[in-house]
């Protein structure tokens, strides 16, 4: 019998898959479908900065608007924002019903690019219920005069403010963009993040020649996306203290196996979900038990890290031997083809 146990942000999960923030986890009976399909842990949709920036204003205008009105004059108040119309308020109580429906720890997410706010509504969620909250601090630094540190400390600051308020384990989602990844893992590592998620996927603009428009969309993720984030969970696997949580690319329990592999504490899938619909946790989950048992491995705790960078091994000199072998491959296959193609 194959033990799928493992440990996350010090939580114990019954499984490492977890349902990162999608549609696919925005709503009570979403969530208690993935727990009953075997998912470890789920993490809600985000909790925007900008949601939280627009509910202080329109507060703050309502607080204006009546604070010289005489005290016998209440009925000519304007109307309090309900549960129904406040979009914090909804979605505090989309964690409050969500921890008590399902046995399954439940993490909330929140997205921002500045520190402003996120202490005191980190603090909020984790008084609703949330198991963890994870910081998905989005930035892109499109002003050239922003400096990469400035980037990084950013990171840091934002971390620093929510663990000193939170008591609940905090991770953060990273982006692959950093220059030096290694260092900017490092520096949360030792801030006290309780885990690191890669990575972050950015939805990024196009531009549409025949409309003469800038586009916005977004693409499902594919397990070719998947080799960066199992790159970086190789290098840090014994090289950080917090958890590492995979994310990008995960279609089939291969791709799960690999990331185990590579180092993983739990391996997060959205795009999956969203293609096939919440039972493909069962297809995944399964398709792990089988690979695993088809290998005589009857514990995560015999997968993880076997591929992993060794501890006592140059990071810079291991990947760089890897580049060097891959190209001498490519040499090997697409240059014999040219030759057989012949003179054009």
Not at 21 to 27: F, R
Not at 84 to 94: A, I, P, Y
Not at 297 to 302: G, H, R, V, Y
Request: charge should be negative.
């Amino acid at each position: 019998m194959t033990d799928l146990s493992t440990r996350y942000l010090g939580l114990e999960l019954r499984s490492p898959l977890v349902a990162s923030s999608s549609p696919a986890t925005s709503g009570v009976d979403r969530v208690r479908a993935l727990a009953d399909a075997g998912i470890g842990a789920v993490v809600l949709p985000s909790l925007f900065e900008e949601e939280v920036a627009r509910e202080q204003l329109r507060d703050h205008a309502l607080a204006e608007v009546t604070e010289d009105v005489h005290g016998e004059a209440a009925s000519y108040f304007p109307a309090v924002p309900t549960a129904e119309t406040g979009g914090v308020t909804r979605h505090l109580r989309l964690v409050e019903q969500c921890a008590r429906a399902v046995d399954v720890p439940v993490v909330a997410s929140l997205n921002g690019s500045t520190a402003a706010g996120w202490p005191r509504f980190a603090r909020r969620l984790a008084d609703a219920g949330a198991a963890a909250v994870e910081l998905n601090v989005h930035v892109v630094p499109g002003d050239p005069a922003t400096s990469g540190r400035d980037v990084e400390d950013r990171h840091v600051e934002v971390l620093e403010e929510v663990r000193a308020v939170v008591s609940v384990p905090v991770a953060v989602k990273l982006s692959p963009y950093f220059s030096a990844t290694g260092e900017m893992a490092a520096r949360l590592d030792r801030a006290g993040a309780d885990g690191l998620v890669l990575f972050n996927r950015f939805l990024q603009p196009d531009v549409d020649p025949e409309a003469m428009t800038v586009t916005t969309g977004f693409a499902l993720s594919t397990p070719a996306e998947a080799r960066l984030a199992r790159t970086w969970v190789a290098i840090l696997r014994h090289r950080v203290r917090a958890s590492l949580a995979a994310t990008t690319g995960v279609e089939d329990a291969a791709d799960v196996a690999a990331y185990l592999l590579a180092g993983a504490d739990v391996v997060m899938t959205a795009s999956a979900l969203v293609r096939h619909g919440t039972g493909h946790v069962r297809v995944l989950l399964d398709g792990l038990e089988d690979w695993m048992r088809r290998h005589g491995l009857t514990s995560l705790e015999q997968v993880r890290g076997r591929l992993a960078v060794p501890a006592t091994t140059d990071p810079q000199a291991h990947e760089r031997a890897g580049y060097v072998a891959a190209l001498e491959a490519a040499r090997r296959t697409y240059g014999e083809l040219g030759a057989a193609a012949g003179p054009p």
